[in-house]
């Protein structure tokens, strides 16, 4: 158990449709980060939050949207979900940037 | 197109065997990491390099990354079955943007 909690571990949901992944850091960590992994793509990094605020962006698109919290959690939200969106998502935490990172076991998406 | 190219994709080897994974790229790395990941859990860190040159050893696994921050690879001696997993390496830059390669899927029989 890495400490990273994921929610919900399985969603399916219709093309078109509007879904948000919630995450829990480990207690103390300041640093969140949201991939995506999918058997064609591999992991590929999205964004990275650092209490509170964004400060690295990789290949999120733009129907796709992050936050951080003021409590340090952070939701993922997927927007206009298109079948390619169907994905195992992962949230990973961190103490601070340069410091191990912490995967949760992530939220399937299957997209219908 | 992969950032970080691993080689091979698939590899499916006899408990005791040794054998070594590539990660590639053409992109300087402030540091790489490797990762192990088990069907249905997320990857777990096995080790950092920050170092061109350097080699960490853990257990039976070595990693060295190259002298030009380019590319690594990860060497199992005697493979056991609980390596099996898929073996993901990782290039950062700034330490906080970290790019996957697409994997090495490990298979040990025993």
């Known amino acids: 158990d890495s400490g990273v909690t994921q929610t919900p571990k399985h969603l399916i949901t219709a093309t078109g449709q509007r879904v948000t992944l919630r995450c829990s850091p480990r207690s103390g960590d300041l640093s969140v980060y949201w991939y995506q992994q999918s058997l064609d793509q591999g992991l590929q990094f999205l964004i990275q939050y650092y209490n509170g605020e964004e400060r690295a962006k990789g290949n999120i698109l733009e129907r796709f949207s992050a936050q951080q919290f003021p409590d340090l959690h952070s939701e993922l939200n997927l927007s206009s979900l298109e079948l390619g969106d169907s994905a195992l998502y992962f949230c990973a935490s961190s103490v601070d940037e340069g410091n191990t990172i912490y995967f949760g076991e992530g939220s399937w998406l299957t997209v219908v | 197109t992969q950032l970080l190219e691993q080689s091979p994709q698939f590899l499916s080897i006899q408990e005791g065997e040794n054998l070594t994974v590539y990660c590639n790229s053409s992109s300087v790395f402030s540091s790489l990491q490797w990762y192990r990941q088990e069907p249905g859990e997320g990857p777990v860190l096995l080790v950092t390099v920050v170092t061109g040159g350097e080699v960490k050893k853990l257990k039976r696994l070595t990693f060295q990354f190259g002298d030009a921050r380019k590319d690594s690879s990860l060497h199992i001696t005697a493979a056991q079955p609980g390596d099996t997993g898929l073996y993901l390496c990782?290039?950062?830059?700034?330490?906080?943007?970290?790019?996957f390669g697409s994997g090495t899927k490990l298979n040990v029989k025993p």
């Open positions: 990782a290039g950062g830059y700034n330490f906080n943007k970290f790019y």
